[in-house]
């Protein structure tokens, strides 16, 4: 599985984005998908995930209520809807594939490149 993450970029504070991921490959629905975010010189953190039929999602407390992942099986995507933007939202974002339905990044097992999201105060 090929991933492939978009949609940054600099927004405001209280402001809004929507982060797409666009996996490639036959077998989008054995999937679990995670977003993370990591800044520089610090630990990946996970963000949320969505569960293979997109009806589970669990999130990170520093973005429930404010972010909202979703899937198309239809279309083979993968969003972030990320609302009520904060500065410390600032960092690269990436979105990871895996089998199994958690929280770690050692358990996804294909990673996009980042899309770096831009909070000014």
């Known amino acids: 599985v090929q991933l492939q993450a978009s949609g940054g970029g600099l927004v405001q504070a209280g402001g809004s984005l929507r982060l797409s991921c666009a996996p490639s490959?036959?077998?989008?629905?054995?999937?679990?998908f995670g977003w993370f975010r990591q800044a520089p010189g610090k630990e990946c953190e996970f963000v949320g995930v969505?569960?293979?039929?997109?009806?589970?999602?669990y999130y990170a407390a520093s973005v429930k209520g404010r972010f909202t992942i979703s899937r198309d099986n239809a279309k083979n995507m993968v969003y972030l809807q990320m609302n009520s933007l904060k500065p410390e939202d600032t960092t690269v974002y990436y979105c990871?594939?895996?089998?199994?339905?958690?929280?770690?990044?050692?358990?996804?097992?294909?990673w996009g490149q980042g899309t770096l999201v831009t909070v000014s105060s």
């Open positions: 990871a594939a895996g089998s199994n339905y958690g929280n770690t990044w050692s358990g996804y097992e294909y």
């Open positions: 490959g036959r077998t989008f629905m054995n999937y679990v």
């Open positions: 969505i569960g293979w039929s997109g009806t589970t999602t």
